[in-house]
């Protein structure tokens, strides 16, 4: 929610989190695909509220593990897994292999949905993994995802420099244009 209001922020629109809808409660990422499961979530909020609703769905893609851990990359290690534990898991999994050989990239897919109105963007950053984490910002994956073109890591990344090159950003900044048209 941090990063979708401080880049969708400038658009005349109120942005409420999940939390606003207790009755919710988890939406069940029961999909495929990023694609998939951002829609169940984004549909299952505009269903139950009426309003407009938007929903992302993030996975690391790692080559070296044929794509994984992808839709699974919150729950790596297990349905209670820490963040601590999904990368501990995936850093014993990558042992022995290069790191030039541990390409990997974020992707996020945002789903909106109002009425019978669906649309999906998406943004990747490329990056690999790295043998050991650095920084302290971030959560998740990002103290061990590389981004080259920086020299750091995604938790070395002060809040402006991540949204301007990440994953989220990119889709976020790809969505302003679908947001655009329904203000």
Known sequence: MEEMSAILGHLPVELLALDAFPEIGDIP??????????????????????LPALADDTGLEVDALNGAPGIYSARYAGADATFDDNYQKMLKE??????EKR????RT????????EKEWVEGVAEGRIIEDKRGIGGFGYDPIFYYPPLRKTFAELDSVEKNSISH????????CGILEKWI
């Open 29 to 50: 990422e029961t999909g495929n695909t990023l694609k998939e499961n951002a829609f169940i979530k984004a549909e299952t909020v505009h269903r139950l509220t009426g």
């Open 94 to 99: 990558l042992h022995g292999i290069p790191v």
């Open 103 to 106: 390409t990997a990239r974020f």
């Open 109 to 116: 897919v945002i789903a909106f949905v109002n009425g019978g």
């Open 168 to 175: 989220r950003g990119k889709a976020l900044r790809n969505f």
